[in-house]
């Protein structure tokens, strides 16, 4: 993903757009500026944070991430499914288990048998198993204390998972779980 410094402007773009669902070209530039303001606004101060912004929008045209509106018209800037999918991607880099009170002494346990020509997604999985919070119990099972059952069948959706490759289960008990309970502080 370009940036700018260490400012992600591409990704506030994209944003932007998905929030809008488009804008004219003459909209995107305040409203990413109006964010980026908001996340640092020593950087939206900068001289140059206007020409930075068009030509990352530029760039996006050219990767064929969004199409731009031909010179002097009254087009929009959308959004093309390239960049659809990368904000799908951005996106489930976000994943998370939300946490309730109180723990009900179960175990959530993802397990899967992803073929090795697919090594690739094994590896996007274990990211995203491990974004989330859950802890390795060995290379294809992970843990969490919580509900996930959201959490994966957002990750089938983003995998396009549709062979049971990726299975889900609750544990009442398990032997030796002392490791586990101190890797998420339960007593």
Known sequence: MAKDGNFPIQKIILGTLIVAGGLSLAAVAPNVLGAI???????AKRKDVQRRIQETLWRMERSGLVSLPKR????RVTLLPKG??????????TYTVSKPLLWDGKWRIVMFDIPEQKRNVRIQLRRLLESAGLVRLH????????????????????????????YYFVAE???????????????
């Open 37 to 43: 303001m908001k996340l640092n606004p020593s950087y």
């Open 72 to 75: 002097n018209s009254m087009g």
């Open 84 to 93: 659809q999918e990368l904000i799908r991607k951005i996106q489930a880099r």
């Open 139 to 166: 290379d294809s099972v992970w843990v969490h204390p919580y509900p996930c059952d959201e959490l994966v069948t957002l990750i089938k959706a983003h995998l396009k998972n549709t062979r049971g490759e990726l």
């Open 173 to 187: 008990m398990m032997a030796s779980d002392r490791f586990l309970r101190d890797a998420f502080n339960l007593i």
